[in-house]
């Protein structure tokens, strides 16, 4: 018997005084085994990847490789562009990200040097307008494309802002690779 799985035997005979600890442990070795993060970005701050905390949040994401293969099914045309979900007017986009689908910023090459942040961006609107996760909404990710690209930080709350690199962890847990 794996260790684990004596600890939570011993503590289960302890009686009911020791559920909450068996569950934490099980909710906890749960969320490792799939992954994902279901919180939004300032509770996952708050409590980091480890987080023993059980959510009610609807999370059932597809990871951006499942987009892109899934045929049918979209939530939106596959032609919406990028553009018309996040504001990308500006001349440093006319050519990447103004002039691309959604489909195409989560296939292109251009996406690397801003740390594929499209591409996760655009994986978590799909998720949120498919209804896979509801702890997270599109004001919240334009907010996150919006910050990044003007201040090169998303502000989580009052004291924490994070990097590009750390949004796209954060959407990267949520989602996956």
């Known amino acids: 018997m794996p260790q684990h799985g004596a600890t939570r035997r011993r503590l289960a005979k302890a009686g009911l005084g020791a559920a909450g600890v068996l569950m934490t442990l099980e909710s906890h070795a749960t969320l490792q085994k799939t992954g994902f993060v279901c919180e939004s970005a300032s509770a996952f701050h708050s409590a980091g990847l480890n987080s023993n905390v059980a959510t009610e949040q609807r999370c059932n994401p597809l990871s951006p490789s499942n987009w892109c293969h899934v045929q049918r099914s979209w939530p939106c045309n596959k032609t919406k562009r990028f553009s018309e979900v996040f504001s990308c007017r500006e001349k440093r986009f ?6 691309s689908s959604m489909a195409q910023v989560m296939t292109s090459t251009f996406d690397a040097q801003y740390a594929y942040i499209g591409k996760h961006l655009c994986t978590a609107y799909l998720n949120v307008i498919s209804r896979r996760i509801d702890f997270l909404d599109v004001l919240t990710l334009q907010r996150m494309w919006n910050e990044l690209k003007n201040t090169g930080m998303y502000k989580v709350n009052a004291s924490v802002s994070w990097n590009i690199h ?10 996956g690779e």
């Open 94 to 99: 006319e050519k990447t990200y103004y002039a």
């Open 166 to 175: 750390q949004v796209r962890r954060y959407l990267v847990a949520v989602h």
